[in-house]
């Protein structure tokens, strides 16, 4: 019953992203385990959609649904989320892509040249997470984090395995919030923690500013 639940939430997606709409029904869906109460609308696939072969994607998330251990770990939105990463991946197109709603609007601020955040670009360097530069005036910088520092750690949660967008996404948060960074000073062994009162950051442009 989940599975079928999952997989009507997967054709709304499809059939919103190609533009055709028949029929319209309001759904309310309550997750166990998940969520309380999820309310979609439900359109049924377009008919260019079923020349496809489908089998393979319901199978594997039957799998997931039934077998995985840890049931707690599967979130529905994450699981349509990677379905259209995918979707738009596979045109190999390096124009095109896909945003979930938290990044699309991350992005649109930076490309507006103002953000919400600590005001510090950042890279990665050797796998780790590193400040590039503190922007001037910045609560980053008036906090002490320098050009070099590894990010170890935000809020006390290890960032290891985290993409630099994730790490950004989890540091960035509403002006005048507290995001707390463990990081390793440039030439030094020991982790530190930084508190860093969030503010409005303008800037003309960077690569990942958070």
């Avoid at 029929?23 to 020349?51: C, F, R």
């Avoid at 170890?152 to 509403?174: A, E, F, W």
Wanted: charged fraction near 25%; proline fraction near 5%.
């Amino acid at each position: 019953m989940k599975s079928q639940k999952i997989r009507y939430i997967l054709l709304v997606v499809i059939a919103g992203l190609t533009g055709y709409f028949i029929g319209v029904n309001k759904i309310s869906y309550g997750w166990d385990h998940y969520q309380p109460h999820v309310e979609v609308t439900s359109k049924e696939a377009p008919a260019s959609l079923m020349h496809g072969d489908f089998s393979m994607f319901w199978t594997v998330l039957d799998k997931l649904e039934n077998s995985y251990y840890d049931k707690k770990a599967i979130d529905p939105q994450k699981i349509i989320n990677g379905a259209i990463m995918g979707m738009v991946n596979s045109l190999d197109d390096p124009y095109t892509m896909y945003l979930p709603p938290v990044q699309n609007n991350n992005f649109k601020q930076t490309m507006a040249g103002k953000f919400e955040g600590i005001g510090a670009e950042l890279g990665v360097k050797e796998k780790n997470v590193v400040v590039v530069a503190p922007l001037d005036g910045s609560p980053a910088k008036k906090a002490g984090v320098r050009p070099g520092d590894i990010i170890v750690k935000v809020d006390g949660d290890y960032i290891s395995g985290m993409s630099l967008n994730q790490v950004v996404d989890k540091i960035r948060g509403p002006k005048g919030t507290e995001v707390v960074l463990t990081i390793v000073h440039k030439s030094e062994d020991t982790p530190v923690d930084v508190k860093i009162v969030r503010d409005t950051i303008t800037v003309k442009g960077c690569a990942a500013d958070d």
